[in-house]
């Protein structure tokens, strides 16, 4: 696949390398201990106030806290950062083990090479016949590589591509309105700012954080996972104003720019600037992937072949003494 060229493969979740969901991008600057401890604190502690933060505002407002994008944004994220931690502490574990079993297959056949001797007579005739320059004619071949991911790392780097465009799009959209255009209240209580902060601040920079020092690939097609999520919620958003629903309020929508009563266009405008949003995040997230792997010295994603050379021997059949099966039957 060139760096022009996206097929419709890329739009699923298959990359060349599984490791890299589960390591820094440079080993100098994040070691793998580092890496898992960092996946254990931030996915304990955003445990942890995420319980904090669904106790509180369930005793204040109810089930309508999870009406909101915010809310389901942090869910995603909180739930993102555990599978991240499970993620990175099997495979370190597993990895381990494995680096401990091929050890032990090597040491146990070298033993029994040097026991055996040098080789069986079968084997001394094959190489007799395989080591005749006449015999065989060697060809190159390309072949497609089929990648194999498991469920738990594709589930991971699914959520990292919704919570990374759901956070910077938050963090953009609340401090523009609150702290720029002045359309909502300030928080009024350090509860309320330590709120925003774990919401609209915190998953933002730890994105950012991962975009530049994790191994995590970003394919810009990607978008449209986030997209999803976002018709998801529109649909949500749209099913609970039709039943009637409230805010905690009173007040029959769950966001001003979203009242399709008073202004059902300005609604709708709202719906596709978000959409656009997300394509806008996903690019520079992107942006953010090729600076990293260029300063790596390593290719994108994208620009990495996905197919493969491979050398086989194609008998000479003649030169063996054998009858051609691919020989015309006249």
């Known amino acids: 696949m060139s760096c022009c060229h996206v097929s419709c493969e890329d739009l699923g979740l298959s990359t060349k390398e599984n490791d890299t969901f589960t390591k820094g991008q440079c080993p100098f600057c994040c070691n793998r201990l580092t890496y898992v401890i960092y996946r254990i604190v931030v996915a304990f502690s955003y445990i942890v106030f995420l319980i904090l933060y669904l106790v509180r505002f369930m005793q204040e407002i109810g089930f309508r806290l999870f009406i909101y994008v915010t809310s389901w944004s942090v869910i995603v994220f909180s739930i993102y950062n555990v599978i991240a931690m499970l993620n990175s502490i099997i495979f370190t574990r597993s990895n381990t083990e494995e680096e401990d079993s091929s050890k032990e297959n090597a040491m146990t056949r070298d033993r029994a090479i040097s026991s055996n001797g ?19 004619q060697r060809m190159v071949v390309k072949r ?23 956070s910077f799009i938050i963090s953009t959209v609340y401090w523009t309105s609150v702290y720029v255009l002045n359309l909502y209240d300030k928080p009024n209580t350090s509860f309320d700012f330590v709120d925003i902060i774990h919401i609209t601040v915190i998953p933002s920079v730890l ?40 805010n905690e309020h009173g007040e029959h929508y769950i966001y001003d720019l979203t009242d399709y009563d008073e202004d059902f266009l300005t609604a709708i405008i709202s719906v596709l600037c978000l959409l656009i949003a997300v394509v806008i995040s996903q690019a520079s997230m992107w942006t953010i992937y090729c600076l990293r792997m260029l300063v790596s010295h390593q290719k994108p994603i994208v620009c990495q072949d996905n197919t493969e050379s491979v050398e086989i021997n194609v008998p000479i059949y003649e030169n063996l003494g054998f009858e051609s099966p691919y020989a015309t039957v006249m």
Do not use: D
């Not at 497609?144 to 759901?166: A, D, G, P």
């Not at 978008?223 to 999520?229: G, L, P, R």
């Open 118 to 136: 040098p080789g069986t007579i079968g084997r001394q005739v094959n190489e007799r016949i395989f080591n005749q320059s006449n015999a065989f």
């Open 207 to 246: 994105s950012l954080i991962e975009l530049v020092l994790f191994a995590t690939p970003v394919h810009f097609v990607h978008f449209h996972y986030t997209w999803w999520f976002g018709l998801l919620y529109v649909f949500f958003n749209v099913v609970y104003w039709l039943t009637g629903g409230t």
């Open 144 to 166: 497609r590589i089929q990648y194999k991911m498991s469920t738990n790392k594709k589930t991971q780097w699914l959520l990292f591509n919704i919570s990374c465009n759901t």
